[in-house]
């Protein structure tokens, strides 16, 4: 992604937490299977630890 590195952490985290509510909500894209959004979104975690504490969540807020 290249973008500067302040707009860089909030698309990162956007995009964290849209994968993470596909997760939990399947019905907000019905398109996009749970299992692929909980893939994705633990993805992103193992790239971006630090962001994720950051935002207060963790590898298993899937199934919260």
Not at 10 to 37: D, E, G, N, V
Not at 46 to 59: D, I, K, T, V
């Amino acid at each position: 992604m290249h973008a500067r590195p302040q707009f860089r952490e909030i698309l990162i985290a956007q995009r964290m937490t849209r994968w993470l509510r596909i997760a939990k909500y399947p019905h907000i894209a019905s398109k996009c299977p749970p299992a692929r959004a909980r893939k994705n979104y633990w993805r992103l975690c193992a790239r971006y630890p630090e962001l994720m504490q950051r935002l207060g969540l963790n590898e298993f807020s899937v199934y919260l």
